[in-house]
């Protein structure tokens, strides 16, 4: 399997954007996770799914903030408007509970910069 | 709420000068302690998971340990190329620690 796919890899953006990264989880997998990666605070949990339907979205920072899971392989992660304090690596990862019992996989990220 | 935290934030080994890196949890209802390796500019890779006190699993030149309160990676004998940021989990959706970066020099 070719993992957890984020695109895209690198953005720059100018504040006031609409940003939007995108995530194709592993095959199978019915959990899908948005995480966001900052030196000062850490990896922190945004918002996951399970079977593509929102189960805790208390990570979310603001409403600026959305997370969409259409299907299964497929979900994005929107921030409307940007500011400069967004800007973080975005990690998405998922799970097959099943299998794998609570043990995650994550993408490569996207790191995003605001200006 | 679940809480893990990592000691030291950064430690640096000689070539073969073995140690331990620490991971403190409070977590209702244990469902693993996971450990995970990340590199500059990737994401996170898993290692290994711990579910129960006295458990211990090992790879390579590390082993994971866990009791009621607090896990260890111990790294022996490392090499620089496990120089890398180590980073502990626990909970059902993986409340991570801030991690331990960790330079092994040769």
């Known amino acids: 399997d070719a993992g957890v796919i984020q695109s895209p890899r690198h953005e720059v953006t100018e504040m006031g954007q609409e940003v939007t990264l995108r995530c194709k989880p592993i095959?199978?997998?019915?959990?899908l996770f948005w995480y966001r990666q900052t030196m000062m605070r850490g990896l922190e949990l945004l918002i996951y799914f399970n079977n593509n339907v929102p189960i805790d979205d208390s990570g979310m920072p603001e409403d600026r903030f959305s997370a969409k899971m259409p299907n299964a392989s497929f979900s994005t992660l929107k921030i409307q408007p940007s500011e400069p304090r967004d800007s973080a690596v975005y990690f998405c990862?998922?799970?097959?509970?099943?299998?794998?019992?609570?043990?995650?996989?994550f993408g490569e990220g996207s790191w995003l910069t605001v200006v | 709420e679940d809480q893990v935290t990592q000691s030291p934030e950064a430690l640096r080994l000689q070539e073969g000068e073995s140690s331990s890196l620490n991971c403190s949890y409070t977590v209702s209802g244990l469902r693993g302690l996971f450990w995970y390796r990340q590199d500059p500019g990737k994401g996170p890779e898993f290692l290994f998971t711990l579910y129960s006190a006295g458990e211990e699993k090992e790879k390579e030149r590390l082993k994971a340990t866990l009791t009621k309160k607090e896990s260890f990676l111990h790294i022996t004998a490392p090499k620089p190329e496990d120089s890398a940021t180590y980073l502990c989990?626990?909970?059902?959706?993986?409340?991570f620690g801030k991690g331990t970066s960790l330079l092994v020099t040769p």
């Open positions: 990862a998922s799970r097959d509970e099943e299998v794998d019992g609570n043990t995650i996989y």
């Open positions: 095959s199978g997998h019915d959990y």
């Open positions: 989990a626990s909970g059902y959706a993986l409340n």
